[in-house]
């Protein structure tokens, strides 16, 4: 069975897809350049220690043109952005749940989301789970996966304590079969985003050595309600998220080093994002890929298979 996809490659960017966005936006390389310069500045001194001095260097980086370029188009602008960040320095507490490990970590990956924020900030998002369960705008990959229509491969999140118990015996004796992760809350991603994972999943399986498994997905869609719960938890769980509008995936990484793998991943994500098609963020065991308005990722839900020429 084949599912195609509205609009044809190339087309015009969706409706929902906000109309500024449909100019040339700022320079993104220069932009991660200088997120990277601003971490090893901030490491560099005791700003971890000292909220004040956190609060001179950031004011002074955040207005580098290259930073301020992208942080003034999202829809916090650049005080708004500068003021969060403030609240997240001051409220960071490392946890081992969080992907953020450092204060360092937490602002290198806040401030790559803002390409997030950029695209899709103004974008309405899901405001509950169950809106999430209930969008005519998602698919159930629940029914794409008995269908054969994905590539990549997830499980949902253990509820009861006997299956998280299992979940906990199944790490210890079969490591190899699952990645150590808590799972999928809700099953539910845009076409788009279902397309380019089984993209991605395509390429890796050409590059990866011989007997390694399928793309692994740990999360997709969310809701603000979820987003909320997670950074309860000790997650790091920005808001905005592009996940709280349908347009971001988390790809395990980690867990692909026992067959040798994470390079080649590693690789063919980083290949998207040199394409301008995505926005890349290494958040440790898991890296998170959000969707670029307006970028075609093919007709079909599930590519065409290579043909030998």
């Known amino acids: 069975m084949t599912i195609w996809l509205a609009g044809e490659p190339g087309s015009a960017p969706p409706p929902d897809a906000p109309a500024q966005f449909r100019s040339p936006e700022p320079d993104l390389a220069a932009y991660r350049s200088a997120v990277t310069d601003l971490v090893a500045s901030f490491e560099r001194s005791d700003a971890a220690a000292n ?14 043109p290259d930073i301020a370029a992208v942080l003034e188009r999202t829809r916090q602008g650049g005080a708004g952005v500068l003021d969060r960040l403030l609240l997240e320095v001051r409220g960071y507490r490392p946890t081992a749940r969080s992907s953020a490990t450092s204060l360092s970590a937490l602002l290198r990956i806040s401030l790559l989301a803002q390409i997030d924020a950029l695209w899709w900030g103004r974008q309405e998002p899901y405001p509950t789970d169950a809106a999430v369960l209930s969008s005519d705008e998602l698919l159930d990959l629940d029914a794409l996966r008995e269908g054969g229509l994905l590539r990549f491969r997830y499980r949902h999140q253990a509820t009861s304590f006997a299956a998280r118990a299992g979940r906990s015996l199944e790490r210890r004796a079969l ?78 990484m980690t867990w692909f080093r026992r067959f040798g793998a994470q390079r080649p991943l590693q690789e063919v994500l980083l290949d998207w994002q040199a394409s301008g098609d995505v926005n890349v963020i290494d958040e440790g065991q898991a890296w998170h890929v959000c969707l670029r308005p307006g970028v075609s990722y093919g007709s079909r839900l599930v590519p065409a298979p290579l043909t030998a020429g």
Do not use: K
Request: net charge positive; aromatic share 6%.
């Open 51 to 64: 909220p004040r001095l956190a609060a001179r260097i950031l004011s002074r980086r955040l207005a580098d």
């Open 175 to 252: 490591p190899s079969r699952a990645p150590m992760t808590a799972g999928v809350w809700l099953a539910r991603a845009r076409p788009a985003a279902v397309a380019l994972l089984n993209h991605i999943s395509a390429q890796f399986a050409e590059r990866a050595p011989r007997g390694t498994p399928p793309l692994w997905v740990t999360s997709l869609a969310r809701s603000v309600e979820h987003q909320h719960r997670l950074r309860a938890l000790g997650y790091t769980a920005l808001l905005p998220s592009s996940h709280c509008v349908g347009y971001a995936a988390d790809i395990e």
